[in-house]
Each structure stands twice: as C-alpha cells, then as structure tokens.
RNA sequence: GGCCCCUUCGUCUAGCGGUUAGGACGUCGCCCUUUCACGGCGAAAGCACGGGUUCGAUUCCCGUAGGGGUCACCA
C-alpha cells in the first residue's frame, strides 16, 4: 500500500502547532494550506494544539494561536485537541509496541548519551543512539528508562512526498529514537503518529522542516501496523538574507500584522497564499478562488523569502477594496490614540463618509489613521514640516485674498470653490498650483491631502474660514 | 560533518523540448493632475556553472558551485 496512491475517502488534515510562542506567519500559511486542501476536497480540517512539552508551553501561547487563526478566518471543524489530554492514549501504544517487539526498555542515562555522542562526534561518525539495549534481555531494577522503537536497520524507505516527490532515506540513516520519557510522558514523534491516526487524519501538510521525521514516523507507523497518511512537506518562509524566518528577520505573531503593520487578513491571506504557489498570472486571489484552484502539485520545491514590500502593496489593494465603515471602524483606536480622545458617532460617520479618497492614499492602517487626523482635529491644528514650507513661501496676502473670497462665497459645494480658486488664479495671473497648496496647508496642516475642494466641503465654511485664521494670526 | 531538499529578473512566480522567456512587487521614465496617491503607458532587469541526451535545451540526465533543512528523554 503506497502512499502515492490516488486518495479516495473523505480528506482530513490537522494545523499543529507547538504553543512555544506567538502563530507565526510560517505556521500561518502552513495553516493555510492545511484549510485550503481540506475546504477544495469538501473535507475537514481540524486544530491540534501540541503542548506535550510542558515545560515549555504557555497558555499566551495558546490563545495567541486561536486568536490569530480565528483573525485570518481560518476556521477549523471540531473541538481543539489538546494533544497532552491524550498523554495516557500515547503511553498506551507505547506499551503495546513494547509487547509486540517492536519496541524496547533503554536504560541509557543522559550521561551516557551525551558521553556517546561526544565520542561519534569526535570519530566524525552520525550521531546516534547505538542501540545498547535493543536485544538486551536484563534489566536493571530501579533504573529508569526510555521506550524506544525497534526501528528497522536495514533497507530503505521511500516516501511520496506530494511536494518533495519521492525521497528515498536508507534506514541505517535513523536511530531508534524516544517514544516515551523516563517520565512516562510522550515524545513528539509518538503522540503526532498516535493522534493523526485517532483523528483520521489523511494528509500531512507541513513544513519541510519535518521531511526528515516522515521518515521515523513512518517506521512507527509500519510497526503499528497503520495506515500511511498522505505527506506533502511545503518549503519554509524565509528571511530576506535566504535564512529560515527568526526573530532577527522581524519574524512576528500575526498579530503583529494586524496590531502593529495595520494589515488586513485577507491580504495577508493572499501573500501567505502566492508564497510558493502560483495559479498562471493571477496575483489578486480571492479565497473563493483559492479554494477552487488550491491542489498541493502547484506547491514549489523551493523556500520562498519573505518580501514586506509585495506584502504591502497587495493590503494596499485589499484597503481600496474594503468596505468604508468596515475601514472607518478599524482606524477608530489608531485615531483615537493619536487624538487623545474617544471618537463620537460623527467623527465616525465623518471618517467613513472621506474612507473612499483616504484609502487610495494609504497602504495599511496605520498609515490611512494618520491620513485622517486633519479632519478630527480641532483648532488650531498642527503644522508639519512641508506645511510650513509651503505656507512661508506663499505669495505675500495670498491667505487673506482667499479668505475674502470664501468669505463671501455663498455656494460651499466643492465644485463652486474650486470655481472660485480659479477665478482668483486667473485674476493674479496665477497657477492655480500656487493658490491650492498654501490654502492646503493652511487647512490640513500637511502638504499632501486629498482633493483640495472636497476637503474644503467636507470641513465646512465655518471650519475652513477658522483655520486660517489660525495660520494668519499665528 | 552525515543525510535530505532546492537553484528562471533584486523578490514572488508562469513555463512542463522549439516562446521576441510571460505576469506581479520593487526600481526608473512618461501621462493624468491643485499636492500626494489611485489609475494608464513604457523601460531596465532572469534561465548559477560545466558536461552530456537530442535536429534542438530554461525544460531531461550527471556533475560542480551556492543556498537551505535536519541530525534531543524540543516540537
């Protein structure tokens, strides 16, 4: 029975990842695949929190890993399994290979395998367990000891890896590793092998971080008598520098996407998802797309770098297509913090109804926040440095000419006021360039804003005519 | 170091024996324009190297180089 045999039944896969730390954005995209297979073949797609380690697992962690697959609306089938829930299911088949033969009491001491070790490096020969106590029949009373799989010694195995293809690792390359502790606790290797075949799991999809591990597992397997699940080892994210993806490279949770970057999940959706797998020329992919065109045979071979820049570009195309209110909503707490004050129903309604011209101008959140602070602000508003620039170097009266204008302007439409700007260009003889950026300072406090007109109409006579008389009395 | 994997513009990729090697991000130029964007148009930029196989290799095979992954009572 090979495993490269075409699959039948229901397809099941599993994102299990170890709660060390935060979801990062390569457990994310392995995620995403995961969910992607499941949801193109009509399957299910579970979430197995791996915390058999538990010096090292942290509930932060946990809820980091929820949160940021519930944030990228990844949603899984069932309860979360907590793989430690089920330490008593693994030391069970422990025992069971334990009197099938196919696994062994060791005695080794830590010390004595670091003394191994030591000496197979010393001898520049692979480190590995050498199997002392594989077909010892004494045993030492009070000792404690580790359960290790019989793992076969001779041979090769091949294994049809959707992704890597068939990768062939001669059996003399594996030791017989740890299924459980002296401490009666499971080992990684067993309790993945034991709980992709409890939940009925089909197909591995992991990084390839784990290729070598297919390969023990499938020895467990074998012993156990299971069937293969389908493998498929997708390349790691690296860093800019071609390395795996650390904390030097920024490596962050996703909610540092979100929090921190201002970005949208469903923009960092199609990043994670063009990283490494392609669908001819299309760049913008909607999950609806992707869940149609996802097969894991247009997966790459090769590790893909992560690149911010494409990142943002592409949120840039995901903020012009969202929602405004939706937007509007989500820069609340970044405006707020900037203002130091709670933003009321108007300045929300204010800040979806200017949304459609904000957005073209930002390529996250944070970025289309501070973009709208000029019409939060209240009098007199600050000046930033192009600002002032622009308004040093106006046309001496210039401001007072306008103002005199707006003053006894009665039409406030945008339409009439840029008539009026015009006019007053062509009777100074005037670009109009040279009227519209001084006035634009003046009211938005910045050289660059949306279209002038609208943003006088928006603002209001009151507003406008106030604010510079702000700039001329200051 | 052993084993395993990878190699098309700077980056992500399309290509699956014959193409002017396509798209996207980024970069540069032009257009639009009251600024910045958005949008439109255009440019520079790539098959790591060496052998084969073949009428013909980016594509198939073998080396070399470079890069990466992994070698725990961690996952």
Not at 51 to 64: K, V
Not at 192 to 221: E, K, P, W, Y
Not at 230 to 250: E, V
Request: glycine share 8%; with cysteine; net charge negative.
């Amino acid at each position: 029975m090979s495993a490269s045999n075409a699959f039948a039944g229901k397809v099941v896969t599993r994102f299990a990842p170890s709660p060390t730390g935060f979801l990062h954005i390569g457990g994310a995209r392995t995620a995403l695949f995961n969910w992607l297979f499941a949801r193109h073949h009509g399957g299910e797609f579970h979430l197995r929190i791996e915390d058999t380690d538990r010096a090292r697992s942290t509930e932060p962690a946990i809820a980091a890993i929820l949160d940021g697959m519930t944030w990228l609306n990844l949603n899984w089938d069932g309860e979360v399994v907590y793989q430690f829930s089920r330490a008593g299911r693994h030391a069970e088949v422990a025992h069971q290979l334990l009197a099938s033969g196919h696994a062994y009491r060791c005695y080794a001491t830590p010390d004595e395998l670091t003394a191994l070790r030591e000496e197979q490096r010393a001898a520049k020969q692979p480190m590995r367990y050498d199997g002392h106590w594989r077909d010892r029949s004494d045993r030492p009373n009070d000792v404690p000891y580790v359960i290790r799989l019989k793992a076969p010694r001779d041979g090769a195995v091949t294994l049809h890896d959707k992704v890597q293809g068939a990768v062939t690792v001669n059996n003399t390359e594996l030791d017989d590793f740890v299924l459980l502790r002296s401490d009666g606790t499971p080992t990684y290797m067993l309790a993945v092998v034991v709980d992709d075949h409890d939940m009925g799991v089909t197909h591995v999809i992991r990084g390839d971080d784990h290729l070598n591990n297919a390969f023990r597992q499938l020895a467990l397997i074998r012993a156990l008598n299971w069937e293969e699940p389908i493998y498929a080892h997708i390349p790691l994210i690296h860093g800019s520098d071609g390395a795996k993806l650390s904390k030097r490279h920024g490596a962050l949770g996703v909610d540092a996407y979100r929090d921190e970057m201002g970005l949208l999940p469903e923009a960092v959706e199609n990043y994670l998802l063009r990283l490494g797998w392609g669908h001819g020329d299309d760049e913008i992919i909607s999950r609806d797309e992707a869940t149609g065109w996802f097969e894991l045979a247009g997966v790459g071979r090769s590790p893909s770098r992560f690149d911010i820049k494409k990142l943002e570009n592409l949120n840039g195309h995901y903020l012009r297509a969202a929602d405004d209110g939706r937007l509007a909503a989500l820069i609340t707490a970044r405006a707020a913090a900037a203002l130091g004050r709670e933003l009321t129903a108007d300045d929300q309604a204010l800040l979806q109804r200017t949304m459609p011209e904000l957005k073209k101008r930002a390529s996250n959140l944070n970025e289309l926040a501070a973009s709208s602070l000029f019409y939060l602000r209240s009098r007199p508003i600050p000046m930033d440095e192009g600002a002032a620039k622009l308004l040093a170097s106006a046309t001496p009266g210039l401001l007072d000419r306008i103002r005199a204008r707006f003053a006894a302007q009665d039409d406030w439409s945008a339409a009439a006021l840029e008539q009026v700007a015009r006019d007053m260009a062509t009777s100074e003889g005037a670009k109009l360039g040279q009227i519209a950026q001084p006035l634009r300072a003046a009211v938005t406090g910045s050289a660059q804003s949306p279209g002038l007109f609208e943003v006088l109409e928006v603002l209001g006579r009151q507003e406008v005519l106030g604010r510079i008389d702000d700039v001329l009395a200051g």
